[in-house]
């Protein structure tokens, strides 16, 4: 056999068992559209299966996907987003989930989990580096890029969120200073997330609105409800007592307007959030907010 004989025979063989193996992937789900959108760079009409990886790109029309593991989430036009069994990397755009318990979708390092599986939210990706969630019904859970919760929101909430481009364990929240036992609680008025918090200062504002500003330790182990120990680096007292912030505390409650006061920024792992009015949404830009809340 000639030598270019041999090698036409390994690059079939080759083309054939990449064929077969692609063919044997099991499919993820399925993608559909009443206009034309884009699979894996190829213009589809209708309707696509979808592998784990896939890239959509929705073009003038939404796009609907079902997940095989029952998660459903659909993408607006002109969004973009590649799917996964277990989440969907939203590059582009905006996306819902629904039904989507054990599903998750990640946007800009943040991923965001349903609590339970009648949860749903929308996401939006405003530019590079604010996105917005919001709650429509359930609950969700915002974690950074660390795994570090960050917010909780409940039904009807929204928030905006930037990861800052400081230290990821940057840390500002606002809200009643509470003592249980030995230890301290603050549960933050923005993000609902209750974090324990240790250092000098401490235990004279138990019993008062604070805002406390220092750095999480990831490897302590919070007590109580808290979810993670902040290792304080200045305790300021907003309120004596806390009746004030009563109302307001518990996070997220109005229809796209935080429980704390307008314009209230807090910081946790390394992430700003703030009301989607009044807040985060309202502003340009924050630049160097890391860096501002550790030298408060």
Do not use: W
Not at 3 to 28: H, K, R, T
Not at 125 to 147: C, M, T
Not at 238 to 256: D, E, I, W
Not at 266 to 281: F, T
């Amino acid at each position: 056999m000639k030598f270019s004989s041999v090698q036409s025979v390994l690059a079939f063989a080759v083309s054939l068992n990449l064929a077969l193996g692609y063919a044997a992937s099991p499919g993820i789900g399925t993608v559909t559209s009443p206009g034309a959108f884009r699979l894996d760079r190829a213009t589809v009409i209708s309707n696509g299966t979808l592998f784990e990886g896939s890239l959509i790109e929705t073009g003038t029309a939404s796009s609907s996907v079902q997940v095989s593991n029952g998660a459903r989430l659909s993408l607006t036009a002109d969004s973009r987003g590649r799917i996964f069994g277990d989440r969907l990397v939203l590059e582009k755009g905006s996306g819902t989930l629904e039904n989507s318990i054990g599903f998750k979708l990640v946007a800009l390092g943040l991923t965001i989990q349903p609590e339970r599986a009648n949860s749903t939210g929308n996401i939006v990706i405003e530019n590079r580096n604010r996105i917005q969630v919001r709650s429509s019904s359930g609950a969700l859970r915002v974690l950074n890029a660390n795994g570090q919760l960050v917010a909780n929101l409940s039904a009807g909430s929204a928030l905006a969120f930037e990861p800052q481009g400081g230290p990821s364990n940057a840390t500002r929240v606002l809200g009643c200073l509470e003592q249980k036992a030995e230890h301290y609680l603050v549960t933050d008025e923005v993000t609902n997330v209750t974090v324990e918090v240790a250092g000098s200062g401490v235990a004279n504002e138990a019993g008062n609105r604070v805002e406390i500003t220092g750095t999480l330790d990831p490897a302590a182990t919070p007590s109580g409800k808290a979810t993670q120990l902040v290792r304080v680096r200045e305790v300021r007292r907003v309120t004596k007592g806390c009746g004030s912030s009563a109302a307001a505390a518990g996070g997220a409650k109005g229809p796209g307007i935080s429980g704390a006061a307008t314009g209230t920024i807090a910081i946790i792992g390394g992430v700003a959030a703030a009301a989607v009015l009044g807040g985060l949404a309202a502003a340009d830009a924050l630049p160097g907010q890391a860096t501002n809340a550790s030298s408060r």
